[in-house]
């Protein structure tokens, strides 16, 4: 039995990534939930080294589908769009400890420096998530900043 005690639901020990919640995605209600922020175009956070700022995200605000986000990488000292940067996206659901099921492939967005098209990124449940962008630059220096978001039934 999986509940939404602290510590998240336990794993089974059937080895299987547990997709099979039993809890109810029907009593979410984003307006509610005090940990994320809603989307808007621009919305911004901040590692110890760059911005990473949310272009665009299809659908807007996110859905429990696959979206698609395009984000810019800029560094904080000198404002300067970031290339060459290597992008990981984590979506994760702190109350149930589970992932997502599909990982996001990242490319950089043609013609457009320090932009990054992130897709798919798969919230494949409403509720709370957590996506956290790992980032390693060229010179090998990497960051991380995390988008904390309210999916709608
Ligand atoms: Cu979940």
Redesign the pocket.
């Known amino acids: 039995m999986c509940t939404l005690a602290f510590g998240g639901?336990a794993d089974d020990g059937d080895g299987a990534d547990d997709d099979d919640?039993d809890?109810s995605?029907s009593d979410v209600d984003c307006s509610q939930e005090p940990r994320a922020e809603p989307y808007v175009m621009g919305w911004t956070k901040s590692g110890a080294i760059v911005d990473v700022t949310f272009v665009s995200s299809n659908p807007a605000p996110p859905g429990k589908t696959e979206n698609a986000w395009q984000m810019l990488v800029v560094d904080r000292a000198t404002a300067t769009p970031i290339d060459g940067a290597t992008l990981e996206v984590v979506p994760i659901?702190p109350?149930?400890?589970?992932g997502t099921t599909k990982d996001a492939i990242v490319t950089p967005a043609a013609g457009l420096p320090g932009h990054y098209d992130i897709t798919p990124v798969l919230l494949?449940?409403a509720?709370y998530w957590e996506a956290t962008l790992n980032l390693t630059l060229a010179d090998g220096r990497t960051d991380s900043v995390m988008f904390n978001l309210c999916i709608d039934n």
Request: glycine content about 8%; some cysteine; charged content about 15%.
């Open positions: 639901c919640h809890h995605e659901m109350d149930h400890n589970h494949h449940m509720g």
